[in-house]
């Protein structure tokens, strides 16, 4: 019998991926999103990559617990894997109820229902944003999480804690893993998903492609002062597509009974530290464009240098990351030229 995992937020970015990766191992995916942060597009190209037309997609507010409760009763759902939530770091400081309500409240909604329901596994998209600035890198899940500095990044830190104790409490009924993303970029070799985010990005990478298309004048670099060798901040830059596939490593844990505690918490990184400048320079090397790039003062809430010590997913779970900076970084320009119809 095939398994059904519930992407929330599955037409976003990183669930669009996830959703791709899942369906080619074997999965049944229900793809649940309420478009409040992105369109079609992504569903769409998942539907082509996968030849599965029939996809479900089901337009859905995981703020809204009848509605979740509908959704649990319509399928069979063995896995949740929970993205649906806000994502901008600055506006989260700016309307920190909104982020609280939106990110809390669904979260809390899926493991009420799957709580009733008798049990799920369930699995929640955290991020390296919990570490903070650590004092030791790279990390590793054993380094102790620091206090946040956005509103964004509690409520990482919140759904981590509410995950921990509810599966405690749940007698082993539910299982949780925590997957904490370092920075995820690129997107899928065929170029039909990727990233697509609204207005003026906020992240590097999609603010590279854009200035490279056109679209921006002109990319700042936040800080060149940093002690650090090139005195840009150093991130571990993981590929989608490796990202996507921790995941199907994960679910199939939690199924095949493999966990050794109820909560696990793994990192997904490349252990690979990578500066904004060489990010810059092996953009304009491998897709052979030169990009208008300016320093610019350091952008607050910026933590120096952090990256991924990924030897229990390596280990634990058998995933590892394969794709170098190079092969993501024209993944992502590909993206772009598709989206500019080039
Ligand atoms: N950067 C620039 N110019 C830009 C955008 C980013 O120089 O236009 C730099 C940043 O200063 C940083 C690096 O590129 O040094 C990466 O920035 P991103 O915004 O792409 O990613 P972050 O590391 O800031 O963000 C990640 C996750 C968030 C998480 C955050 C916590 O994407 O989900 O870490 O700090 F909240």
Not at 25 to 35: E, I, K, L
Not at 49 to 64: K, S
Not at 68 to 83: E, G
Request: glycine fraction near 8%; proline fraction near 5%; include cysteine.
């Amino acid at each position: 019998m095939k398994k059904t995992v519930l992407v929330s937020g599955g037409a976003g970015f990183i669930g669009s991926h996830v959703t791709v990766e899942l369906i080619e191992a074997g999965y049944d995916v229900v793809v649940a999103d309420n478009f409040s942060n992105c369109d079609r597009t992504c569903y769409e190209g998942v539907k082509k990559i996968t030849g599965r037309e029939d996809l479900p997609l089901e337009v859905m507010d995981f703020c809204d617990l009848a509605a979740v409760k509908a959704l649990f009763a319509k399928y069979p759902i063995d896995a949740v894997i929970h993205f649906a939530a806000y994502k901008a770091v600055g506006e989260s400081v700016a309307e920190p109820l909104k982020y609280y309500k939106n990110n809390l409240t669904s979260f809390l909604n899926v493991l009420e229902v799957a709580q009733e329901k008798g049990g799920c596994n369930v699995l929640f998209s955290s991020s390296a944003t919990v570490y903070g600035e650590p004092d030791v890198v790279p990390v590793t899940e054993n380094t102790p999480r620091k206090p946040a500095t956005s509103p964004y990044g509690n409520t990482k830190t919140m759904c981590e804690d509410i995950l921990r104790d509810t599966v405690k409490a749940s007698d082993g009924k539910i299982k949780g893993i925590l997957l904490r993303y370092f920075n995820p970029i690129g997107a899928h070799p065929s170029a039909l998903i990727g990233e697509l985010p609204r207005g003026v990005p906020n992240n590097l990478v999609p603010f590279i492609t854009q200035t490279a298309i056109g679209k921006r004048e002109c990319l700042s670099i936040f800080g060149n002062d940093y002690p650090t060798p090139d005195g840009t901040c150093l991130r571990d830059y993981i590929d989608i597509v490796d990202l996507a596939k921790a995941h199907v490593f994960a679910v199939t844990r939690m199924m095949e009974g493999k966990m050794k505690q109820g909560c696990e918490t793994f990192n997904v990184g490349t252990g690979r530290p990578v500066s904004v400048l060489e990010l810059v320079n092996a953009f304009e090397k491998v897709n052979g464009v030169k990009l208008n790039y300016k320093f610019a003062p350091r952008r607050a809430g910026d933590v120096t240098a952090i990256w991924a010590d990924p030897t229990l997913a390596n280990t634990e779970m058998g995933w590892k990351a394969t794709r170098t900076v190079e092969e993501t970084l024209k993944a992502a320009w590909a993206w772009e030229k598709h989206l500019a119809g080039k």
